[in-house]
Each structure stands twice: as C-alpha cells, then as structure tokens.
C-alpha cells in the first residue's frame, strides 16, 4: 500500500510539473498581435491580388496568397494560445531537442532543399515548404538562454562562458551561410551576440568579438558579386535601375506617393506588376502607399508597443531563463521589424527578411505567433508589480 502511494505521489508530482500557468496573460500583446495578423490578411490580399492573376503558380486564382496565409494563420494562432497555457519551463528541458531539430533541418535543406533564385533555403515536408532557418534563430535562442540561466555565474568567463556559446552560433550561423543565406546567418549572429551581453559575459571580450564580427561581414560581402551588387544598390540605387537597384526604386516610388494618408486600401499603383515580392518582403511599401505615413507609423508603434511589453516582462520575470527568453523574443522580433522596414526605406541593404503577422509566408507566421505565445506564457508568472 506505501508503496502504491508513494508511486501515485510520483504521478502527481510529474502531473503538477507539466500544470497550465494560472496567472494572467499581457492581453495588450496579444490584442495587437491578433490585430496585426487581421490586417496582414487585408494587406496581402491587397498586394498580391493583381500578381496572383497572371502567375501561373496561382494558376489564375486572385485569392491564392490569401487562402494560403489564412491556412497557416488558422494553424499558427491556436498553436500561440497553446502554448500560451503551458508553463513555458518545459521549453528549458527541450533546450537540446530544438537545438538538434535546427541543426537536422539545417543540413536537411541543403540536402533536399529546393533550389531557388540560386539558393536552398526551402525544405518541402508533407506537401508544404518550411524555412528551416526561421526555426533555426529560435531553436538557437531557447538553447542559449537555457545555458546562460543555468551558467550564470561562468558567464563571465570565455572557455566556459562565451566559448561553448560561440560554437552554437557559429555552427548555426555557419549552415545557414551554406544556403547561401548571408543576411539570415548575420542576424542569427547579431542575435546571439545580444543574447551573450544579457547573459552576463565579459564586455572586453564582446567588443573583440564584434570587430571580428565586422571585418568577417566584409570580406563575406565581397566574396559574391551578386552581395556586392546589393551593397552598391543600397548606396546608389540609380545607378542601375533597371537592375540590382530596381527594387529599391520602387519601394520608393511606392512610400513616396502614398503621401500623408495614403492613396487608400487597394489603390496602390506599384503592386500592378511593377514591385516583385510586394506581398511578402516589401509589403510594407504597398502599405505605405494605401495608408501613407500614419498607416506606417501606426504599425510600427504597434510593433514597438509588443517590443516595449516584452521588455518589461523580462524584466520582471521571477527566473532567469524565463528572463533572458521573453528578451531574446523580444529582440529578436524588433531586430526582424527593424530590418525589413530597413530595407523598404533604404536604411539597409536589400535581404530577404519578412515583416512579422503581415508578409505573406507560413514559417515566419507560424514561428512567431509560437515565441509570441511563449512571451504570453512567460507574462502569466510574473511579479506582483505587474
């Protein structure tokens, strides 16, 4: 009988352990994430309908890049209210499992990958196709923030602080380069970086890193002409229009008529045709030009509004791990919005990042309406302060 007891007590602890959080949401977070997802439906069929007419892929279908973000929306926000409920320290216990997942894809992709615009970026899987790399950035974080909250007072050290780290990034980094993904594996870098200095280590040594770091970018970018081409464009965009530098002309084109207020929903000129990738990596662009400037402005405050929360929820988490994740959600989220509209303004060289809930594209969606429902999990255990 004492024993049969004691192996029930056993159940239920292992029951308890995997409990449902039970505090509250930050249901600001999830209000603006909902909202932004609504009106990246809106925008896409928008920016898309007009192309997906006289693609063939679309096979003539005007709702054809709207039915599929809806598909991948009606998968990836249920999974965000999920995940939501869970205690977001089982995440830490799959540290391992997310970092092996990342790394099979990795080299899955560059075995089986499609190949498209000269480049495996694409992995097909049960008649879908996943960005290995999007999952890659995240599967990277857990794994680091896990390390740092358990080594926190090695941190400051490099063959047990910083090192161990470095190899993590450095092999990540270094697989998706092999796509070739540059502008993916510098944010994967730039992210890891970030995660190192919130994670306690020397400063001294992230500073040498981060020169080594710059010196490695530029002798990458001038190893592909194609990459040099992007970083001319960027600085002269006229002095080839029709193009390295058609892209970002249009972009302006786009931004710069639609004024104040904007031209109004479904009246962008650029997306007939003339804007490639309008519906995914310069989305941003037609909204500009539909909704002007305070159309922009109101997202990106939307966005800064999610960043802002995250921040305070790190900083008022009551463990590290669950600290150092809703900061590592949270930067890596703003460095995404950053870059892409960095890119449509001509603030940045031309990559192929897309902008979070609202470009067309099922990984990105669904990954960070996942770290979107961590962040939401980890706002439910926080200090009475909030």
Known sequence: MAEQKAKKESVFKRIKSLRLTRGKMDFSILLMVSALCAFGLVMIFSAS???????????????????????????????????????YRLIERLRSVFLAVSILLLIAVLLWGQDLNGGKRWLPVAGITIQPSELAKFGLMIFMCSYM???????????????????????IAGLVMLQPNMSMAVIIGFIGVVLLYLGGCDLKQLIILGVIAIIGFFVLATMADYRMDRLRSFSNPEADKLGSGYQLLQSYYAIGSGGFFGKGLNNSYQKLLYMTYGESDFIFAILCEEFGFIGGLIVILMYAWIVFRGIVISMRCRDRFGSLLAAGISIVFGFQVFVNIGVVTGLLPTTGQSLPFISAGGTSLIVFLAAMGLLLSISRDLNPRT
């Open 49 to 87: 309908y007009y192309y997906a007419q006289h693609y063939s892929g679309a096979n003539n279908d005007s709702f054809y890049y709207l039915k599929k973000q809806l598909v991948y929306l009606l998968i990836g926000y249920p999974v965000m209210l999920m995940v939501s409920m869970i205690d």
């Open 149 to 171: 909250s358990r080594h926190k007072n090695e941190m400051h050290t490099f063959r047990f602080g910083m090192l161990p780290m470095l190899i993590a990034i450095g092999f």
